[in-house]
């Protein structure tokens, strides 16, 4: 059990008994694999959305409830794209794609934090 207190969630007690002791082993076990199974479901969705999404729908059995947000939507138009991914392998494609993203990213950060120190932004 000290094992799962550190965050060990592989560790088992496998305990083979027909009394109350290997019904509580039993029932830990299955507690600590629901726990682990719980954060694949979050680690494996949090690779689509960003955390905190997956952390509300998981928290919430998967009820978004609608929320009204003043926000900002890029749809970039990639010069011969359509070319360039009907003759690219799907993996080399994705590592381009993000590749980009990410410079879009991060170049969008560095501008908005710029201009939110102008005056204009108060």
Sequence with gaps: MREVLKGNLDQRL?????????FLAQSFDE????????DRIRDTFARFVSRSVAEVVLEDAGVLRGEKREVCILFPNIRGFNTMSERTDPAALLNILNQFLQKLSRRSRLRVASSSNSPAMG
């Design 31 to 38: 507690m600590v694999e629901g726990v682990a199974e719980k």
């Design 14 to 22: 496998h305990v083979a008994r027909e009394d109350e002791i290997g």
